[in-house]
């Protein structure tokens, strides 16, 4: 089975824009999550989505968004980029949801902002 | 929240040496991995491992879900071994959020 894929792997933007980026879980899993990952705070949860829903949120503003569609492929959005979203975002796959099995994460995007 | 912390932070070894990672959680897990990262920070599964022992070549790793604690084992350890090695737990009560470890760093010289 291939793996979980993310587009685009780096990605360098201007304060103020906003971004979207793609994830593509392990072919049958259902559960895709987000985590941010900068050297300050380490690697924190954005959210879990299931069958199109969000199922759970961290502890971040609104402007980070998420959408899952019926393939199960996912897209996490920021808007109105502050330097401070530089970091690599991962993203992670499960078969049923975050709370029952393993995840499988992606490489990662690299996220640059300027 | 859980709180998930891991020793030591900073390992270094010359090739051939074992060594053993620690983590502990403040709370009750029923989901418990470890994890490696590599220099392109690909996290790359090691171990699903909320209770008991698994073994899977040079490495090892128990989880004691009593005592709040998962060891991670490395045997004869090689420079491919280098890079962040994180745990991360998931409560069995209250949120579902998956809660990472800041890692242990691991250099491991030829």
């Known amino acids: 089975k291939a793996g979980v894929t993310q587009t685009p792997r780096y990605l360098i933007k201007t304060r103020g824009q906003q971004v979207t980026l793609s994830c593509s879980p392990i072919?049958?899993?259902?559960?895709v999550s987000w985590y941010q990952q900068t050297p300050g705070q380490g690697l924190q949860f954005l959210f879990e989505?299931?069958?199109?829903?969000?199922?759970n949120k961290g502890n971040f503003p609104g402007r980070f968004s998420g959408r899952q569609f019926s393939n199960s492929r996912s897209e996490m959005n920021v808007s109105t980029l502050e330097l401070g979203d530089s970091a690599l975002y991962l993203c992670?796959?499960?078969?049923?949801?975050?709370?029952?099995?393993?995840?499988?994460f992606g490489p990662g995007t690299r996220l640059t902002v300027t | 929240g859980i709180q998930v912390e891991q020793s030591p932070p900073d390992l270094i070894l010359q090739e051939g040496a074992n060594s053993t990672l620690r983590c502990n959680f403040s709370?009750?897990?029923?989901?418990l991995q470890w994890f490696h990262q590599n220099p392109w920070g690909q996290l790359i599964n090691l171990f699903y491992?909320?209770?008991g022992t698994k073994q899977n070549g040079r490495l090892s790793a128990t989880t004691v879900a009593t005592e709040r604690y998962s060891l991670l084992y490395i045997s004869s350890s090689q420079t491919t071994d280098s890079g962040v090695y994180f745990c991360?737990?998931?409560?069995?009560?209250?949120?579902?959020?998956?809660?990472f470890g800041r890692g242990t760093s691991l250099i491991v010289h030829p």
């Open positions: 709370d009750s897990v029923n989901n």
């Open positions: 992670a796959s499960s078969p049923i949801s975050i709370q029952g099995g393993e995840q499988y």
């Open positions: 491992i909320p209770s």
């Open positions: 072919s049958g899993h259902r559960s």
């Open positions: 989505y299931f069958s199109e829903t969000q199922r």
């Open positions: 991360a737990a998931l409560t069995s009560g209250g949120s579902y959020i998956p809660t």
